[in-house]
């Protein structure tokens, strides 16, 4: 089955620094990667995601990079505010048209951003 | 937007007895995904729930400890049998709630303590 490493496992970074998250994976034929991100006693949200057709994906300060030769993808945050600081989880799946799979997720990334 | 909740919200049980845990969407849905979340952990998959099937289980989950329902394309149920404190953990369901897409929104969850 498909298994998901996400590395660093904490990291704090000043207001305004970017951060960086990653992940790789081990099923070649997963071809869907969103992140989830999850403030504590709240529910895991999906901030983005990328399918396995495109590279890069921005949406305002978050882009998403994926690398499906080497089997990795990176969450990008620039300019981090503090309540941006929660837990990032990382998840692969493999998807076919018009049917919902199941989701192998990170072991999470404790973001802090401090003041 | 789609809403997807769960009740109980969270609750204290005793060790032996078991606990019902409800999943309503608002929208049919043919799969429903069940995950564990321990605490300070990742998101683990249990089982996925098929409307009209029985759930399958993954690795390390059994329908003996885990009895899934799924009776309609709106609602579900996991239930947490003869528990012990090492069921202790946060329950989610998640469906694909977004129109046109295939990305699992989650419950808010259930925090289950075993005592």
């Known amino acids: 089955g498909e298994n998901v490493e996400q590395h660093p496992s904490t990291l704090s970074v000043q207001e305004g620094d970017s951060a960086v998250i990653k992940c790789t994976y081990s099923?070649?034929?997963?071809?869907?990667f969103p992140w989830y991100k999850q403030e504590l006693g709240k529910r895991p949200q999906l901030i983005i995601d990328?399918?396995?057709?495109?590279g890069e994906k921005k949406d305002q300060r978050i882009a998403v990079t994926l690398n499906k030769t080497a089997k990795h993808f990176s969450l990008h945050i620039t300019e981090t505010q503090p309540e941006d600081s929660a837990v990032y989880f990382c998840?692969?799946?493999?998807?076919?048209?018009?049917?919902?799979?199941?989701?192998?997720f990170g072991t999470g990334t404790r973001l802090q951003v401090t003041l | 937007s789609a809403v997807i909740s769960q009740k109980p919200s969270r609750d204290i049980c005793q060790r032996g007895t078991s606990l019902t845990i409800q999943c309503q969407v608002d929208?049919?849905?043919?799969?429903m995904f069940w995950y564990r979340q321990q605490p300070g952990q990742s998101l683990t998959l249990i089982a996925t729930?098929?409307?009209?099937?029985?759930?399958?289980?993954e690795s390390g989950f059994v329908i003996d400890k885990f009895p899934i329902s799924r009776p309609n394309l709106t609602f579900s149920t996991l239930t947490v049998s003869n528990m012990s404190p090492e069921d202790s953990s946060i329950y989610l369901c998640?469906?694909?709630?977004?129109?046109?897409?295939?990305?699992?929104?989650f419950g808010a969850g259930s925090r289950l303590t075993v005592l």
């Open positions: 998840a692969a799946s493999r998807q076919n048209t018009g049917t919902a799979s199941k989701l192998t």
């Open positions: 929208s049919q849905v043919t799969m």
């Open positions: 998640s469906a694909p709630l977004t129109p046109g897409a295939n990305v699992l929104t």
């Open positions: 729930a098929n409307q009209g099937s029985e759930a399958t289980y």
């Open positions: 990328i399918r396995s057709n495109v």
């Open positions: 099923d070649s034929a997963s071809n869907y």
